[in-house]
C-alpha cells in the first residue's frame, strides 16, 4: 500500500540518530539526491545525511511529491537541516517540491544556544517534562510542507518559539483568525544556502565569502602528534635532549622506554618498535625539526615535527614548507562543537596544532609560496578591482584580506549580531567596496595580529610606557612581600591529568571584586567588565586584577589564561614557573585587555565593512 496506494498526509516525530548504521538493501541510495553537487557545486567536503529523520524527510518526499503529486508532510525533527550547510541540496529539492512551507522553530538546543533564550531566560527542549526538565539535548524544528493544485505562489514562512512555555504558545496560535502573521516571510536563496530561517542577520551572513572563499588552498588541518605529549615540551633544550636520545641507534627501545624518550609506547594503531626503525632508516637528528607549535591560543611549545609515519599521527608537510620568514596564518575552523567558543580565529607564525581551536583547526596562510600570495582567482578580481598591485609581487597586498578578516573576525559586533553563522558555518566577512575602507579595516587587523603573536612586541601593551588601563593589570603579587622560587609554585588546582593523559582543567583559586577602583577610566571598566578578579598561583601568591572581559576572553572554545595555566599546575610541570613565565601572564593578560579595549574601533570598522560590502566578483568580471 505504501508503494502504490496514493497517500495525502505524512507525519510524525522520525527518530533523530546520526549514526543509526548502514542502511538497509531497500534504502539503497535513498538520500543520495540530497547529497548531488554537494562537494563539486556548493564546496561542502563534511556532511552526514544519514540521520534517520533525514531518510523520513527523503520517503515523505518521494510519496507525496513525486507520488501522488499533492498533499501535506508534518515533521518534528531535529532543527539542523533548517540552515546548516550540510543540508543545502535537501533543502533546495524540498523547497522545489512543494509550494507552502510553514516553520516553526523550538530551538532549546545545547549545543547551538546551551538552552539559553536571546533574552537570557531558559530554553529548554519542547519535550521538557517534570522529570527531565531540560528534555532532549538537541534543538527540534516542526515542519509542515503542502504541494497542492493552487498556483498562486511559493510561500516559505518561518518564526521561532523560545522559552518554556513555547508548547503552550504554539497550540495557542493554533486559533488565531490570521495563522500566518505569526510568521515572517524566510527568503532562501543560493546566498544563503537556501536556509529557512528569516532574519536579516542569518540573511546578510549567509551572503558574505567565506575566508575558504577567499583561499586559493584547500583548507588543511593542524599537526596532529597523539603520541601523549612524547614530542612536545615547554622546553626546547628538553625536548632536543630527549629526541637526540630517542634517534640514537646505539640506544634500544627498552632503555629508551625506561627515561620517557620519544614515543616509545604502543597504541592504537601505533607500533613503537616499527615507527622507531622506520625513522632510524630513514631520517637523523635534526635541529630544524625543532619547531614551535600553537598548542592553544597563546599557549606555543616546542615539538619535534618529522614527516616520517607514524610518529606523529598526522604530520603536516604542507604546513612546515610554509612556514618561512614573512608569512603567517589565519587560523580558523569549520562550525562550532558547543555555545560561547568566542573569536572563531587566531593568528600565527608558527606550526598550527590540530587543537588550535576547538574542535580542529585549518590554518589559511598569508603566501601560499615566497613568491605566491594564497588568494582565490575572485579574491585577487576583488583587490584588482580596487586598484591593488599584483599580491605575487608585493606581499604587503597579499596580507590585506587577511588582516581584514581578522580585524572583522575581532569586533564582538561580528561575533555577537551573526552568532548562529559562525557556530555553524566556515567564518564569513563582508568585503568592503572601497580601498580607504579596505586598507584601514587591513590596519586594524594587523594591530590585532600583532597582538595574538606572543614573539612580537606591541608598545604601550607589552614595551615602553604602558597604556594607563593596561598598567595595573595582572601584576605579580603576594601576600605581605616580594614573589621568590617557592611562591612560583602554581599549586591553585588549575589542572588535572584526566583520562588517557589529557591535562583537564581544575577549579584554581580566584577572588573578585568591583573593577571600578582599579580601571583607569569609566569607558575602560565598561570595555573590560564591572568585576575584576585576583587569580593565584598558590596560598599567597596571585596576579592581581585580571578584569572579567580579560579572565573570560575566549578564543575558538579555549578560556585563554585558564588553559595555559591548566597545563602548568606543578605536578603536571614539574617545577616552579620561571619569572619569564609569570610576566608571561601578565603580558598574554595585557594584550586581551588591549582588544577588548579595541572593541569601538573594531565594531565602527565592522558596520562601516558590513555597510559597503561587494560580492567576490568572478575572474572574468
Given at each position: ?301 616546542w615539538s619535534y615535527h618529522t614527516n616520517v609515519r607514524p610518529i606523529w599521527n598526522e604530520p603536516r608537510p604542507e604546513l612546515v614548507e610554509r612556514i618561512f620568514r614573512g608569512n603567517g596564518f589565519v587560523v580558523t575552523r569549520f562550525r562550532s562543537r558547543r555555545p560561547a567558543e568566542g573569536v572563531p580565529l587566531v593568528w600565527t607564525t608558527a606550526l598550527a596544532g590540530y587543537h588550535l581551536l576547538d574542535p580542529n583547526s585549518h ?59 559562525i557556530r555553524q558555518d566556515w567564518p564569513r566577512v563582508p568585503l568592503p567596496d572601497n580601498l580607504d575602507l579596505l586598507r584601514a579595516s587591513a590596519a586594524l587587523g594587523a594591530r590585532v595580529a600583532a597582538l595574538l603573536d606572543p614573539d612580537t612586541s606591541v608598545p604601550g601593551v607589552t614595551t615602553g610606557s604602558l597604556r594607563p588601563a593596561l598598567a595595573t593589570i595582572a601584576v605579580p603579587a603576594k601576600r605581605g612581600g616580594q ?139
Amino acid at each position: 500500500m505504501k508503494q502504490e496506494r496514493p497517500i495525502l498526509v505524512v507525519l510524525g516525530n522520525p527518530p533523530y540518530n546520526a549514526f543509526a548504521g548502514t542502511s538497509p538493501a531497500e534504502e539503497a541510495g535513498l538520500v543520495e539526491p540530497y547529497k548531488q553537487g554537494l562537494q563539486k557545486e556548493w564546496g561542502i567536503r563534511k556532511f552526514n545525511l544519514d540521520d534517520l529523520y533525514v531518510r523520513f524527510f527523503r520517503v515523505a518526499e518521494r510519496r507525496i511529491a513525486e507520488g501522488t503529486g499533492r498533499g501535506a508532510v508534518c515533521f518534528i525533527s531535529n532543527h539542523s537541516w533548517l540552515w546548516y550547510p550540510s543540508y543545502t541540496v535537501m533543502r533546495k529539492r524540498l523547497l522545489a517540491e512543494f509550494d507552502r512551507i510553514w516553520m516553526d522553530n523550538l530551538n532549546g538546543s545545547k549545543y547551538e544556544t546551551g538552552k539559553v533564550a536571546p533574552d537570557g531566560s531558559p530554553d529548554p527542549s519542547v519535550f521538557s517534562t517534570e522529570a527531565n526538565r531540560e528534555g532532549i539535548q538537541v534543538g527540534t524544528a516542526v515542519a509542515q510542507l503542502v504541494k497542492c493544485d493552487r498556483s498562486d505562489g511559493d510561500c516559505m514562512l518561518y518564526r521561532d518559539l523560545w522559552g518554556a512555555a513555547k508548547r503552550e504558545m504554539l497550540l495557542t496560535s493554533l486559533d488565531a483568525a490570521d495563522f500566518d502573521a505569526h510568521y515572517a516571510p524566510a527568503t532562501p536563496a543560493v546566498a544563503n544556502r537556501f536556509s529557512l530561517r528569516s532574519g536579516t542577520h542569518a540573511n546578510i551572513f549567509a551572503a558574505w565569502p567565506a575566508l575558504t572563499e577567499i583561499s586559493a588552498l584547500a583548507p588543511f588541518s593542524g599537526a596532529l602528534e597523539m603520541r601523549r605529549g612524547a614530542l612536545l615540551s615547554i622546553d626546547r633544550a628538553e625536548l632536543a635532549d630527549r629526541m637526540r636520545r630517542y634517534l640514537d641507534p646505539e640506544l634500544s627501545l627498552a632503555e629508551l622506554r625506561l627515561s620517557g624518550a620519544g614515543p616509545v609506547e604502543n597504541m592504537a594503531r601505533f607500533d613503537a618498535a616499527a615507527a622507531r626503525i622506520r625513522v632510524l632508516r630513514e631520517e637523523p637528528f635534526s635541529e630544524k625539526s625543532l619547531r614551535q607549535l600553537a598548542l592553544h591560543p597563546f599557549d606555543l611549545q616546542w615539538s619535534y615535527h618529522t614527516n616520517v609515519r607514524p610518529i606523529w599521527n598526522e604530520p603536516r608537510p604542507e604546513l612546515v614548507e610554509r612556514i618561512f620568514r614573512g608569512n603567517g596564518f589565519v587560523v580558523t575552523r569549520f562550525r562550532s562543537r558547543r555555545p560561547a567558543e568566542g573569536v572563531p580565529l587566531v593568528w600565527t607564525t608558527a606550526l598550527a596544532g590540530y587543537h588550535l581551536l576547538d574542535p580542529n583547526s585549518h590554518p589559511l596562510p598569508i603566501l601560499a609560496a615566497p613568491d605566491r600570495a594564497n588568494l582565490s582567482p575572485p579574491a585577487r578580481a576583488w583587490l584588482a578591482e580596487l586598484g591593488l598591485p599584483d599580491a605575487d609581487a608585493d606581499c604587503t597586498v597579499a596580507a590585506i584580506p587577511w588582516m581584514h578578516a581578522l580585524a572583522i573576525g575581532y569586533a564582538p559586533a561580528w561575533l555577537s549580531e551573526n552568532a548562529v553563522g559562525i557556530r555553524q558555518d566556515w567564518p564569513r566577512v563582508p568585503l568592503p567596496d572601497n580601498l580607504d575602507l579596505l586598507r584601514a579595516s587591513a590596519a586594524l587587523g594587523a594591530r590585532v595580529a600583532a597582538l595574538l603573536d606572543p614573539d612580537t612586541s606591541v608598545p604601550g601593551v607589552t614595551t615602553g610606557s604602558l597604556r594607563p588601563a593596561l598598567a595595573t593589570i595582572a601584576v605579580p603579587a603576594k601576600r605581605g612581600g616580594q614573589m621568590t622560587e617557592s611562591d612560583r609554585m602554581l599549586t591553585a588546582g588549575w589542572g588535572h591529568v584526566g583520562k588517557a593523559g589529557a591535562v583537564m582543567p581544575g577549579r584554581g583559586r580566584i577572588t573578585t571584586r568591583d573593577y571600578a577602583t582599579e580601571a583607569a577610566a569609566a569607558t575602560d571598566a565598561e570595555l573590560l567588565g564591572n568585576r575584576t578578579n585576583d587569580i593565584f598561583l598558590n596560598a599567597d601568591a596571585y596576579w592581581r586584577n585580571i578584569p572579567d572581559a580579560v579572565w573570560g576572553f575566549t578564543i575558538g572554545g579555549y578560556q585563554v589564561l585558564k588553559k595555559w595555566l591548566s597545563y602548568r599546575e606543578c605536578p603536571l610541570l614539574g617545577r616552579a614557573l620561571t619569572p619569564g613565565e609569570v610576566r608571561y601572564v601578565r603580558d598574554v593578560a595585557r594584550r586581551l585587555a588591549a582588544l577588548r579595549l579595541m572593541t569601538p574601533e573594531l565594531d565602527a570598522n565592522y558596520r562601516a565593512c558590513a555597510a559597503a560590502h561587494r560580492p567576490l566578483p568572478t575572474p572574468s568580471t
